[in-house]
């Protein structure tokens, strides 16, 4: 009996406890409100992060949009100025007479024509090296200070280099026996001060054509040129050839060289030749 | 005791603090987007005029080699065509020689002394007001073109490097 009357009283202290008016309850509604706030301010947490997220990848990507196609849209620039270039080069005239200009020269020939000539008599280009070399660099002037470059004519039949220019801008170059072998330049100069850096005209006579690749691929980022023409040699029995030879001009950014295989002499501008009359 | 005694607010003032980080986030989205819309908007735009002036160069150019005025003069029109900028562009004198003398040109100005010849300025434009170039984005480029002179006292003609200068701006 007793224990029945004390079930009895715990079954009515549970019902009680569970009540409307038992400050329990009441205290359970307040956390109820209180849960039901922690959770908008939760909800808008997760949705400043989700926006923050969102945000921050649209302003990497907008900071990062279009670099790509900037360099591409530069690299055409200087893609069409060296085709631009080379094709001037080609098609410009020069006196036949050392000392006369074109303005009042008698005689006046292709630039190209005098540079076949020169090279058929003896399979090198020794009387039109210089004027090439000042042509080159004059129609390469508005972006000499800025880039190195350069020209070159090679037979593939013959795996040789009929005439090979660099025009290089540096800090400081290495010499040995009358030979330039390299260029360095030092990275702070780079369109800063390149006024003040030294600038040479480079004739050069690299053996193979690897070497020259090999060259051009550590420079980094290159426009370039091509074409093709034809060379002229002649046999000895007086027979004439044709053959097939690579025009090319690429132009970089200044960068340092290891000129070492390319067999360089520095060109003096101040003493043109003229291919001979 | 009710439960708005013991903290609910209603039904606005219940979620009020749950409101500042979600304006908070859509003041920030909406800044970020608008500055993306810009700098999206702005940067193709340059890829536009880069591209067009590449264009327009290309039209006065042609093949490299100009037979004369009348040439240049035909290629200009061509280029007229082209609206979405304004242009400036004639030939300079390219001295390929010893003492080699090309100073750029002067953009402060926008003046350059183009080549004349007889039959006429080696000029084109599409415009009569020159560039404001203190508020106004310049684009110059050069591109070496060869020119044919005929030299009719001496019977013979000769091809020289000359520069072409093409300036654009909106």
């Not at chain 1, 360095?184 to 780079?190: C, D, I, P, Q, V």
Request: with cysteine; aromatic share 12%; net charge negative.
């Amino acid at each position: 009996m007793e224990i029945a009357g004390r079930a009895s009283a715990f079954c009515r202290a549970i019902a009680g406890f569970a009540g409307k008016n038992n400050p329990w309850a009441r205290l359970r509604g307040i956390a109820r409100a209180n849960q039901r706030g922690q959770a908008a301010l939760t909800d808008s947490l997760y949705f400043l992060l989700i926006v923050s997220g969102l945000s921050a990848f649209l302003f990497f990507f907008a900071a990062s949009y279009g670099l790509v196609v900037e360099q591409q849209v530069a690299r055409q620039y200087r893609s069409e100025y060296a085709t631009s270039a080379l094709e001037t080069i080609l098609y410009s005239s020069t006196p036949r007479i050392a000392g006369q200009t074109l303005e009042n020269a008698k005689e006046i020939d292709y630039l190209l024509a005098a540079v076949k000539e020169d090279y058929a008599d003896d399979k090198v280009l020794d009387e039109t090296s210089a004027i090439l070399a000042e042509n080159i660099s004059g129609i390469m002037q508005p972006f000499g200070d800025g880039f190195d470059y350069i020209f070159y004519i090679y037979l593939p039949e013959s795996k040789k280099f009929a005439y090979a220019m660099f025009f290089v801008a540096g800090t400081d170059f290495q010499e040995s026996g009358g030979k330039v072998t390299g260029v360095s330049f030092r990275m702070e100069n780079r369109g800063i001060v390149l006024g003040n850096t030294e600038k040479r005209i480079l004739l050069c006579n690299p053996v193979s054509l690897d070497d020259m690749d090999e060259l051009l691929a550590g420079v980094g980022q290159t426009a370039q040129s091509n074409a093709k023409i034809q060379m002229i040699e002649i046999a000895e029995g007086g027979a004439e050839k044709y053959p097939p030879a690579q025009v090319n001009l690429t132009m970089w950014l200044p960068t340092g060289m290891d000129l070492g295989k390319m067999d360089c002499v520095t060109h003096n501008p101040a003493a043109p030749a003229s291919p001979a009359p | 005791m009710s439960i708005a005694e013991n903290g609910f607010l209603g039904p606005i003032g219940d979620d009020l603090p749950s409101l500042i980080p979600l304006l908070f986030a859509l003041v920030m989205f909406f800044y970020i987007f608008t500055f993306s819309w810009n700098v999206f908007d702005k940067r193709n735009s340059a890829f536009g005029d880069a591209l067009t002036i590449l264009d327009l160069s290309g039209k006065i150019r042609g093949d490299n080699y100009l037979t004369g005025f009348g040439q240049f003069a035909e290629r200009c029109f061509e280029a007229k065509t082209v609206k979405r900028v304004s242009f400036l562009a004639g030939l300079l004198p390219l001295k390929t020689g010893p003492g080699q003398d090309f100073k750029g040109i002067d953009v402060e100005t926008m003046r350059p002394d183009f080549f004349s010849s007889a039959a006429g300025k080696f000029e084109c434009t599409n415009t009569d007001s020159p560039p404001d170039v203190a508020n106004t984005s310049l684009i110059v480029r050069f591109f070496p073109i060869a020119m044919e002179f005929k030299d009719e006292a001496r019977n013979m003609f000769y091809v020289k490097p000359m520069l072409l200068v093409v300036a654009a701006w909106k």
